[in-house]
C-alpha cells in the first residue's frame, strides 16, 4: 500500500507565503511524477503543479510566477513554495503521486489534503 502525507497547509494574509510538503511512503518501487491539486468550496478540484522525477514542471496559469514545485527523489517528497498568495488560492490542496509498485504496474495515489486559508 502506498501512503500519501500532507503538510504545510495554514493561514495566512494576502501576499504572504506558505511551504507545503507530501511525504510517500510504502509499496513504492519508482516515482513518475507528483503533484498539487486544489478543490475550493462548491468549486470542482483542479490542477496546480506537477512534477516529474526527472525535474520535468508544469503549472496552472494561474499560479505561475508565483509558486514553485519541487521533489526529493530520495525522500520521495514533493515540496510546493507559494509565495504573493491571493484570498483566491484558498482551498483543500491534494497531494498526487503517479508512481509504480512494480516493474510492470502503474498507480496512482492522493492525499488526504491539507486546509490553506488566505485571509487579512
Known amino acids: 500500500q502506498v501512503q500519501l502525507v500532507e503538510s504545510g497547509g495554514g493561514l495566512v494574509q494576502p501576499g504572504g507565503s506558505l511551504r507545503l510538503s507530501c511525504a510517500a511512503s510504502?509499496?513504492?518501487?519508482?516515482?513518475?511524477?507528483m503533484g498539487w491539486y486544489r478543490q475550493a468550496p462548491g468549486k470542482q478540484r483542479d490542477f496546480v503543479a506537477r512534477?516529474?522525477?526527472?525535474?520535468?514542471?508544469d503549472y496552472a496559469d494561474s499560479v505561475k510566477g508565483r509558486f514553485t514545485i519541487s521533489i526529493d527523489n530520495a525522500k520521495n517528497t514533493v515540496y510546493l513554495q507559494m509565495n504573493s498568495l491571493k484570498p483566491e488560492d484558498m482551498a483543500i490542496y491534494y497531494c498526487?503521486?503517479?508512481?509504480?509498485?512494480?516493474?510492470?504496474?502503474?498507480?496512482?495515489?492522493w492525499g488526504q489534503g491539507t486546509q490553506v486559508t488566505v485571509s487579512s
Open positions: 498526487n503521486a503517479d508512481l509504480k509498485t512494480s516493474w510492470y504496474r502503474g498507480s496512482n495515489y
Open positions: 510504502g509499496s513504492i518501487f519508482q516515482i513518475n511524477a
Open positions: 512534477i516529474t522525477s526527472g525535474g520535468s514542471t
